[in-house]
């Protein structure tokens, strides 16, 4: 084994990154405190090629060096827009034709390796607050709420992990 070079991994330009096409995802942040899973979020971001991530309330937005210490570049790279309320970003996505889907612990919710969706269509995900999770009224105006199946003690995960979790699921399913 070798490792690759940046050649061999074809790594696009921000220029390149830009031009691409998207995946038709967006990724809400709904008022998570953290900078780290903020920047961490935009990286998870970049390396799907998603088409944007909304950052909603108290969200930490770039430019800020907490952000960019994990996100390495991907504020640069990645569509990003800010909402004071996470509602406004919910509605602004379902005018555009977005199933919108809370990743969040509720009943009635389904198992993310259970997820059943077109190739073609267009997702919000919406992550919630590191101690709250999604706000209820957010939940309602939701299609639906998606679970990580956990078999732990603690059955929470940071919300950087849970968002490269649930991108590989949903990119596995487009690819």
């Known amino acids: 084994m070798q490792k690759k070079s940046m050649h061999d991994l074809d790594r696009k330009s921000v220029e390149e990154f830009r031009n691409s096409q998207k995946t038709p995802i967006v990724i809400v942040l709904d008022n998570v405190r953290s900078m780290h899973n903020v920047g ?32 390495l570049g991907a504020t640069e790279t990645v569509t990003w827009k800010y909402f004071p309320q996470t509602l406004n970003a919910v509605e602004y996505l379902k005018k ?3 199933g919108i889907y809370a990743i969040e612990q509720v009943t009635g919710s389904f198992l993310l390796n259970q997820l059943d969706i077109e190739p073609k269509e267009k997702l919000a995900i919406v992550f919630g607050n590191e101690v709250v999770g999604v706000d209820a009224a957010v939940l309602e105006q939701c299609n639906g709420s998606i679970e990580i199946p956990q078999l732990g003690m ?9 968002a490269g979790i649930v991108m590989w699921e949903l990119m596995r399913e487009r690819l």
Do not use: M
């Open 154 to 162: 603690k059955h929470s995960l940071n919300i950087s992990v849970a």
């Open 96 to 98: 555009d034709g977005y």
């Open 40 to 71: 961490s979020v935009f990286r998870t971001a970049d390396a799907f090629l998603v088409e944007a991530v909304l950052l909603c309330g108290y969200t930490p937005v770039p430019p800020h060096r907490d952000i960019h210490k994990t996100a």
